[in-house]
């Protein structure tokens, strides 16, 4: 995981484009073209610049490609910090989510003073749902969101800061 980068706009764009992967996004529109994709990354870089936490891009560790984006979401209004992540669909089922994940919910209790982290989660997205177990989150309640049931999923900081 890196900081996210100009250059990331066209290969999330690819990510985001497709069907597979963009109809689980519960929370924000999907670009629709690489201004758009521009737009999005400068949004996460002036999350961190906001909050001092955000979202990362992930690459694959051996060839370097952009195969998503994971870490905290908290726009104004928003009902608390969340955990989201989208990975190429190319890439599904090798681990690469629950990876970066955990790896993002580890720099969130090094890192920050968040004691509570959520993941917003469509009923039937079983993987989303096994990425958030995976981690430790645990079904919290289901709610409505742009007009569609989601479940919440969520886990506090521990005493001991480990996950």
Same mark, same amino acid.
């Given at each position: 995981?890196?900081?996210?980068?100009?250059?990331?706009?066209? /290969?999330?764009?690819?990510?985001?484009?497709?069907?597979?992967?963009?109809?689980?996004?519960?929370?924000?529109? /999907?670009?629709?073209?690489?201004?758009?994709?521009?737009?999005?990354?400068?949004?996460?870089?002036?999350?961190?610049?906001?909050? +001092?936490?955000?979202?990362?891009?992930?690459?694959?560790?051996?060839?370097?490609?952009?195969?998503?984006?994971? @870490?905290?979401?908290?726009?104004?209004?928003? /009902?608390?910090?969340?955990? @989201?992540?989208?990975?190429?669909?190319?890439?599904?089922?090798?681990?690469?989510?629950?990876?970066?994940?955990?790896?993002?919910?580890?720099?969130?209790?090094?890192h920050t003073e968040i004691d509570h982290? #959520?993941?917003? #989660?469509?009923?039937?997205?079983?993987?989303? #749902?096994?990425?958030?177990?995976?981690?430790?989150?645990?079904?919290? +309640?289901?709610?409505?969101?742009?007009n569609k049931l989601v479940h919440v999923?969520?886990?506090?900081?521990?005493?001991?800061?480990?996950?």
């Open positions: 995981m890196r900081p996210p980068q100009e250059s990331d706009a066209s /290969p999330m764009l690819e990510i985001h484009q497709d069907p597979h992967a963009i109809v689980r996004v519960t929370l924000t529109a /999907p670009p629709t073209d690489l201004q758009g994709a521009w737009r999005n990354i400068a949004m996460m870089v002036g999350h961190w610049y906001l909050r +001092g936490y955000g979202q990362w891009t992930v690459l694959e560790k051996r060839t370097g490609e952009v195969i998503g984006r994971v @870490g905290l979401w908290n726009p104004a209004g928003s /009902p608390g910090v969340e955990l @989201g992540w989208i990975i190429r669909h190319a890439c599904w089922g090798r681990g690469y989510a629950t990876e970066a994940a955990r790896a993002a919910l580890s720099w969130t209790w090094l982290v #959520i993941s917003v #989660i469509e009923p039937d997205n079983v993987r989303a #749902i096994r990425v958030a177990e995976k981690i430790g989150q645990r079904f919290e +309640g289901a709610t409505v969101s742009s999923y969520g886990i506090h900081r521990m005493a001991d800061d480990s996950i």
